[in-house]
């Protein structure tokens, strides 16, 4: 097994104290995530289960965005594959979400400027959140007509249903102040000491016991929102790909395209 994953659009490598530094890798488009990025999350996060004495993922986005949600050209392409490829991209990314959200150490995400959309999903499924003061949030499926359906486990875990019944909703932008008030980030921090902060938090919890803190996460996700069984998962994959390959989301798709309000 490779020790470090150099190129592609996930990097990932593992330092001696056994902290793992995983980077979103599409700066030219702000890390938005397509099938690609996708399928190296997933090789990403099975290579580093596989490594013995991992103690903590730390998520980064490369660039100045740390993850402006789906590329919407790649979803507008899925929307016209068959049935069966849009539940297989679906069941892909909410098995990617999955896989941080229940992996046995601990996650911390760094984020900097835009988390959009599925990034907002990606940071609820971690366990510490940092941002940079110039960071802002939207879970905006709804502005495309799409649904957030996959990601709504981890966010009610993070910010509560009554915050999702908001922002899902509205799909208004967050600023960093208002995701750390609704407890979807952490802690704020100027952009310039996001690294610093980072590395107080690992320091943090590199001085606490590995296996107690693997059992701790587990007692909690065991009554978390986003313990949810096979059947609701395979559901809310259903959902999600079947709301991609309406007449409402070819519509608010072509108004992106097009840079023009939908006709809702």
Known sequence: MSAAQTAGPVLWQVDERGIASLVLNRPDVNNAYDGAMIEALLSAMDALMRI?????????????????????????????????????????????????????????????????????????ACDVVIAAENAAFSIAEVRWGLTAAIIIPQLNDAIGVRQVRRYALTGERIDATEARRIGLVHEVVPANELVAAGERMVDHLLTNAP??????????????????????????????????????AEEGLASFADKRAAGW
Do not use: Y
Request: charged share 25%; glycine share 8%; proline share 2%.
């Open 211 to 248: 296996d107690a803190i693997r059992q701790t996460k587990a007692h909690a996700l065991d009554l978390a929102w986003s313990n949810i069984d096979d059947a609701k998962f395979e559901a809310l994959v259903e959902m999600h790909a079947e709301k991609r390959c309406t007449a409402e």
């Open 52 to 124: 013995e004495k991992l103690r903590a993922i730390v998520i980064t986005g490369n660039g100045r965005h740390f993850q402006a949600g789906a590329d919407l050209g790649w979803i507008n392409a899925v929307r016209t594959s068959s049935r069966e490829e849009n539940i297989r991209v679906s069941r892909a990314t909410a098995s990617a979400i999955w896989r941080l959200n229940a992996a046995p150490v601990p996650t911390v995400a760094l984020v900097q400027g835009a988390c959009f959309g599925g990034g907002t999903g990606l940071i609820a």
